[in-house]
Nanobody, 127 residues
């Protein structure tokens, strides 16, 4: 089972940038697509971005398209979420997750596509 640890969250002002990192526990990381989700208290966890196991395919939620970039470094067992032009509505706890099947042809966009989750990192954007 892959263990995931997010980092890089914090306080930002509208328009700022932050980069989140998600470190995985071992080499099987490179076999699985990875995703980022976010959740605000009282709301459902929502999809943000995902990348395929080899980095060849990415997908984004419409709300972050053009502002966020997901990438991965399989040699470091790490996936990143570069967040630019942050908005107050980006405030949430951000979670990374690993996909539930190896070498999936497309990265998943639903929570049920993912089996391992990190503990989350808080991102707060002030106006």
């Amino acid at each position: 089972q892959v263990q995931l640890v997010e980092s890089g969250g914090g306080l930002a002002q509208a328009g700022d940038s932050l980069r989140l990192s998600c470190a995985a526990s071992g080499p099987t990381f490179s076999n699985y697509g990875m995703g980022w989700f976010r959740q605000v208290p009282g709301k459902e966890r929502e999809f943000v971005a995902a990348v395929s196991w080899n980095g060849g395919s990415t997908v984004y939620a419409d709300s972050v398209k053009g502002r966020f970039t997901i990438s991965r470094d399989n040699s470091k067992y790490t996936v990143y979420l570069q967040m630019n032009t942050l908005k107050p509505e980006d405030t949430a706890v951000y979670y990374c997750a690993s996909q539930n099947i190896r070498w999936a042809t497309r990265p998943g966009v639903y929570q049920h596509d993912y089996v391992n989750w990190g503990q989350g990192t808080q991102v707060t954007v002030s106006s």
